[in-house]
């Protein structure tokens, strides 16, 4: 009768455990099911975003509207969980680097070509940046202080910067690396020290 008794425990024991691992397995199923359901949600609703966002900005192309668009998407993707996307517009951030050369030379014609030669070469490698142009720096645009063997030559170094953003803001924001790397092809030339403009003074406006 024990044993009897052991038996049925342990199949019932053995039946619980079944059937808790198939509530389980159940439960899951059910979850991933909805899980999988709102994905699609999620992905078919993106989608449909994407399409309101085309279609505004065919229609801004069709009216050129182009930019108060861009401004008015900005103000709505500040109320939206997922936020209408942009399209590039472009833009000519216009800026000047402050650049300072010592140059060992006597007098001020001296200097200024001393100094020419240097910037000459900056500005060559200046070119190579993308969507960099450098205007040709002059030599009246030199300011010299000269000593008995040496000088120091400040120079201004005018960059335009050709490039796609959003708004004006964005494009302002993505000329800072360009302007920083521009500084540091300046700064590996010797006796060259350059001050890199802040970027609220850049001059942005549209292509």
Not at 117 to 138: C, F, I, N, P, S
Not at 146 to 155: H, I, K
């Amino acid at each position: 009768m024990l044993q009897l008794l052991r038996r049925h425990t342990t199949a019932s024991a053995t039946n619980d455990v079944a059937q808790l691992r198939a509530r389980l397995a159940a439960v899951t199923a059910e979850s991933e099911h909805h899980r999988r359901l709102a994905d699609e949600r999620l992905r078919l609703h993106e989608a449909d975003i994407a399409r309101i966002g085309e279609r505004l900005r065919a229609e801004a192309d069709s009216r050129r509207w182009c930019h108060e668009f861009e401004k008015a998407v900005d103000a709505l993707n500040e109320q939206l969980t997922v936020e209408l996307t942009h399209r590039g517009w472009p833009f000519l951030v216009d800026t000047t680097l402050t650049v300072s050369l010592q140059v060992a030379a006597r007098g001020d014609l001296a200097a200024r070509e001393a100094a020419l030669v240097t910037l000459r070469q900056a500005e060559d490698q200046l070119r190579q940046v993308k969507g960099v142009y450098v205007y040709h720096t002059h030599p009246e645009d030199l300011t010299v202080t000269a000593r008995r063997r040496s000088a120091s030559v400040t120079a201004d170094v005018q960059l335009r910067i050709d490039l796609s953003a959003t708004n004006e803001r964005c494009a302002r924001t993505e000329a800072v690396p360009v302007i920083a790397e521009a500084a540091t092809i300046l700064g590996r030339f010797p006796g060259v020290t350059t001050t890199v403009p802040d970027a609220g003074t850049f001059d942005i406006s549209p292509r």
